[in-house]
């Protein structure tokens, strides 16, 4: 504080106790971290789009980088093919406003991919959706030994109906 002959007189001073949000950032950055050692080479892909579809962020992307797909549309990546089954269900969510959970086949860069699919919509604080949430996990290894595995267990049935009508 300075009088009118510019003399200091006195010192103010504000204090403000910050350890709340201290802790609050110490507990985002483990969870963040939690959450990278969770989903490291898993075949998990999780990401956020906004209304119009636009990818705004994405963790462990199977196609790309992350900031190689921000801002663009699943029609808009190079090499995609047949992403309108996948547009629509994330279309679906944004319109219902409420959960859902498919299986999506696309092609991208000339293999053919199936992704079962959970997308929740994003709301923010007055309610209205803002964009989605959407976890992806490729099971196209997993449909082919399903696959596989019929074509075998058919076999097997049509050559016991043969090894009893030779009985």
């Given amino acids: 504080i300075v009088d009118a002959k ?3 007189k006195g010192a103010v001073a ?7 949000q201290k802790m609050a950032e110490q507990n985002l950055r483990d969870t963040q971290e939690r959450f990278a050692v969770a989903l490291k080479n898993s075949p998990i892909m ?23 797909l921000i801002g663009l549309r699943d029609d808009e990546i190079d090499g995609a093919q047949d992403v309108e089954q996948l547009m629509s269900f994330k279309r679906s969510v ?6 859902e959970r498919q299986e999506i086949a696309l092609v991208l860069h000339g293999s053919r991919l199936i992704y079962d699919m959970t ?9 209205k959706i803002t964009g989605l949430t959407v976890a992806a996990v490729d099971i196209t290894d997993l449909k082919r030994v399903k696959d596989e595995m019929a074509k075998n267990l058919a076999r097997i049935e049509v050559q016991r109906h043969l090894i009893r009508q030779r009985e």
């Fill in 94 to 99: 944004l319109v219902q406003g409420k959960g």
């Fill in 6 to 8: 510019g003399e200091v």
């Fill in 119 to 127: 997308a929740e919509p994003l709301v923010d604080e007055r309610g």
């Fill in 14 to 20: 504000i204090f403000q106790d910050i350890t709340d």
């Fill in 46 to 68: 999780v990401y956020q789009a906004d209304q119009e579809l636009r990818y705004t962020w994405v963790y462990n992307p199977h196609y790309g980088s992350s900031e190689m």
